[in-house]
């Protein structure tokens, strides 16, 4: 059974950095394209940023220049630095995996939440 545990929310204040982590566990195959997503209160869930396994990458417009998504060494990890974070980048952040950017496979969310 396939199974994504992300790390690295937490509480900072704006203009602050977190880096998420997320690693998929339960199966051999690489991934072709790991992402996160995030939902913040009473929003829809929207893609932050997504990554292939030959490493091109999309961002959401609201995120671009400031988070960077990039795939480990290890096989099936995924991180996200994120900078200069503001208010609005109050969200749960969720890892999906698939074989293909539609992302089949989700971890359970880490919280990041910006607040002075």
């Known amino acids: 059974q396939v199974q994504l545990v992300e790390s690295g929310g937490g509480l900072v204040q704006p203009g602050g950095s977190l880096r998420l982590s997320c690693a998929a566990s339960?199966?051999?195959?690489?991934?072709?394209?790991m992402g996160w997503y995030r939902q913040a209160v009473g929003k829809q869930r929207e893609l932050v940023a997504i990554?292939?396994?030959?490493?091109?990458?999309n961002y959401a417009d609201s995120v671009k220049g400031r988070f960077t998504i990039s795939r480990g060494d290890a096989k099936n990890t995924v991180f996200l630095q994120m900078n200069s974070l503001n208010s609005e980048d109050t969200a749960v952040y969720y890892c999906?995996?698939?074989?293909?950017?539609?992302?089949?496979?989700w971890g359970q969310g880490t919280q990041v939440t910006v607040a002075s």
């Open positions: 339960g199966t051999i195959v690489r991934f072709g394209a």
């Open positions: 999906g995996a698939g074989l293909s950017s539609d992302l089949r496979y």
């Open positions: 990554i292939s396994s030959g490493g091109r990458s």
